[in-house]
Structure formats: C-alpha cells, structure tokens
C-alpha cells in the first residue's frame, strides 16, 4: 500500500509538472518588474516534479507534506483562477482564464488526486511511525 500511494502521488504530480512546463511557451514574457504567468508556471513545475521525485524516493512524511503543499496549492491556484478575476498583486499578474480546456482540467484532476494520495500517504506515515513508538 505505501508503495501504491507514493507512486500514485508521485505520478499527479509528474503529470502536474509536464503540463505546466508544456504551457509555458503560450504565456507572454513578463513585463519589467513582474514575474510573468510563464515563470510562475515553470516553478510550479519545477516544484511539483522535484517534491514527485521526493515523494517516490523517500516515501517519509516530510516528503508527503511537501507533496500535499504543492500539489494543493496548485490545485487552488487553478480552482480560484478559473473562477475568481483576482487583480494582479505586487509582482504577480492577474491570471484570470475563465475556461476548462484538456491541460488545465488534467493539471486540476492531476492536482487534486496528488492532495488526497499525499493526505493519505501523510496520515499513513503518521499512524506508522506511532505503531512503532507505542511501548
């Protein structure tokens, strides 16, 4: 079961990456003092595919946490962008895309498995670790 879940969350959040990172090109270069919506992708990416392999090698619970923040995260962010015109703030422009087209409703999907599998695999880690503190 703990190599199910690590591969299953691993995997929304490979997926997760590889979408970000295939959307990049499509998104304009920021203008000077703002990071533009294309950077913001490649982090998300970069961050989902890192905290993936994390997840996959380690299996502990701080590779669950990581996973579990950047996997909601990012599925927050494409809830509340898509429903939400939220103004561009400090450095961070307004992202407001008022449509589902495949890559993002996959990205979301991808997302939200990747929460419930890194939610589990947190509680799993939790419950394990007291079972084998108990007296």
Partial sequence: MS??????TALGLFIDAGVHI???????PAAPGQIGQGSLFLLEGAAALLAGLY???????????IALVVAFSGFVAVVLYRYVD??????????????????K??????EGAA???AAMGLVRSARTRQRVNAP
């Fill in 22 to 28: 295939h959307l990049v090109p499509g998104y304009p």
């Fill in 86 to 103: 939220v103004p561009a703030f400090g450095p961070i422009p307004a992202m407001y895309d008022p449509v589902w087209f495949f890559e």
């Fill in 55 to 65: 997840v996959l090698i380690r299996g502990s619970r701080a590779a669950y946490a």
């Fill in 3 to 8: 190599l199910a879940l690590r591969i299953l």
């Fill in 105 to 110: 409703s996959l990205s979301a999907v991808a």
């Fill in 115 to 117: 929460t419930v599998f």
